[in-house]
């Protein structure tokens, strides 16, 4: 079974900088089969990338993923208030990290 | 719109038996999987399994196989999550969700989630 480590666990930053997550995975996994989500309190996930670099649809391309093998990121350019949230990567198969809040500093 | 609507929210003894249920609009329902996804109270989110609506195929993941059974009935577009002996600790909201592409595992369409209490 594949183990998905996310971090930080929780990221303290101002609305216009930098975020940088990471996805670190306990033996390779195909880029093909990488995923990120967001979610708000109360809301279901949403789908930000999948094929670790392909955004969904309607999603900002202030959200960007890369990576490959083991370690993967999800990099949002400029923060915007409403990105505040929690995200989740996900090994198509069907794991998913413990998350990292993203959260206003 | 595609969209998944789940059933509404329970409240449950231990020992009871639910089933849960997902219904899909907007597309062929028996072209894309159907998983469903657990999220207990402020924790992650784990994949428990899928279905293949066309042949009612499942896989379970090792943490939930056994514990739940997922089927789904074509005719009327609707994908189920049922329990046998509900316990407190299947406390948490459920979602149905649909992937981005056929035979992927990428979820871009979800249920709105149906949150299940089990008390005594």
């Known amino acids: 079974e594949i183990v998905l480590t996310q971090s930080p666990g929780t990221l303290s930053l101002s609305p216009g900088e930098r975020a940088t997550l990471s996805c670190r995975a306990s033996q390779s996994v195909s880029s093909s089969y990488l995923a990120w989500y967001q979610q708000k309190p109360g809301q279901a996930p949403r789908l930000l990338i999948y094929g670790a670099s392909s955004r969904a649809t309607g999603i900002p391309d202030r959200f960007s993923g890369s990576g490959s093998g083991t370690d993967f990121t999800l990099t949002i350019s400029r923060l915007e208030p409403e990105d505040f949230a929690v995200y989740y990567c996900?090994?198509?198969?069907?794991?998913f990290g413990q998350g990292t809040k993203l959260e206003i500093k | 719109e595609v969209q998944l609507v789940q059933s509404g929210a329970e409240v449950k003894k231990p020992g009871e038996s639910l089933r849960i249920s997902c219904k899909g609009s907007?597309?062929?329902?028996?072209?894309?999987?159907i998983s469903w996804v657990r999220q207990m109270p402020g924790k992650g989110l784990e994949w428990m399994g899928r279905?293949?609506?066309?042949?009612?195929?499942?896989n379970y993941s090792p943490s939930f196989q056994g514990h739940v059974t997922i089927s789904a009935d074509k005719s009327i577009s609707t994908a189920y999550l049922q329990w046998s002996s509900l316990k407190a600790s299947d406390t948490a909201m459920y979602y149905c969700?649909?992937?981005?592409?056929?035979?992927?595992?990428?979820?871009?369409?979800w249920g709105q989630g149906t949150m299940v209490t089990v008390s005594s």
């Open positions: 996900q090994q198509y198969g069907s794991f």
């Open positions: 969700a649909r992937p981005v592409r056929v035979a992927t595992d990428a979820f871009d369409i």
């Open positions: 907007g597309y062929s329902f028996t072209s894309y999987w």
């Open positions: 279905i293949d609506p066309s042949d009612s195929y499942t």
